[in-house]
């Protein structure tokens, strides 16, 4: 019996040693990075001195253009919104049935439960009233600065670029993520093999974390029932 309260007395310590430990960053399978295409084997013998498929040029600036050729994204994202929403409704009813007449004389009967009651009609009335009002506001400031490579993963007909990248970064109290993926013109990479992210279709931006720090920011399961669909008040 000794040994089973002991149990119980170690059970949440030990539980909270492990939520103190520090997991290593997880990679995220979608934007693994891909192998560069190999080059078929060279023709032997065909007394060229031009292979296609093997030139390296030494006097031009090295940009991305091949499956598995890294590109610098700089990320200048910076994007406001705001939505204000208000709605009121009213709704008022009456209603009333007057007594009716029996034999030329108005309707009564008496509470046959309630001695000595006194005549009562068939006359009702009834009011309802119903009013409604909500607003709703929000408002939101997004900035996202910064650099991620990325890696070509395909080179579509039309010469443009699929890329993909994931920046892995483990800190105290929980993992950061930055993904990127999107369709680059080989026309918007610079000199120096960088790209803005406003110059990437299809752009895919992701900014997530784990931990105990993201653990603490979210809302509660209580807290999200309470303005959920499912609380009818």
């Known amino acids: 019996m000794l040994e089973r309260i002991h149990l119980v007395l170690l059970l949440p310590l030990l539980l909270a040693l492990l939520a103190g430990c520090q997991s ?5 399978p979608a934007f693994a990075p891909v192998e560069p295409v190999v080059a078929s084997p060279m023709e032997q013998a065909n007394g060229a001195i031009y292979q296609a498929g093997f030139e390296r040029s ?5 940009r991305a253009r091949r499956v598995g050729d890294i590109l610098l994204v700089t990320l ?14 009213s709704k008022s ?28 009609t068939a006359a009702s009335e009834l009011e309802s009233s119903h009013d409604f009002s909500g607003s ?14 990325v890696m ?23 993992n950061e993520y930055i993904r990127v993926s999107g369709i680059v013109r080989p026309e918007d990479i ?7 992210s406003t110059k990437i279709a299809d752009a895919t931006l992701t900014y997530v974390g784990d931990g105990q720090n993201t653990v603490a920011s979210e809302m509660g399961w209580l807290a999200k029932f309470f303005i959920s669909a499912l609380m009818p008040f």
Not at 24 to 28: A, F, G, L, T
Not at 76 to 89: D, F, M, P, S, W
Not at 152 to 174: A, C, Q, W
């Open 24 to 28: 290593q960053p997880v990679r995220d």
């Open 58 to 62: 030494w006097f031009e600036n090295v």
């Open 93 to 120: 009813n009456s209603n009333s049935v007057s007594n009716p007449t029996l034999l030329g004389k108005p309707f009564s009967f008496v509470m046959p439960l309630i001695k000595g009651g006194a005549g009562a």
């Open 76 to 89: 200048v994202e910076n994007t406001q919104a705001k939505h204000t929403n208000a709605g009121k409704v």
């Open 190 to 196: 610079d000199t120096g093999n960088t790209i803005d």
């Open 152 to 174: 070509v993963i395909d080179v579509l007909p039309n010469g443009y670029l699929k890329v993909r990248g994931e920046k892995r970064i483990s800190m105290t109290g929980g």
């Open 136 to 149: 709703g506001e929000n408002t939101q400031n997004n900035q996202f600065s910064g650099s991620v490579s």
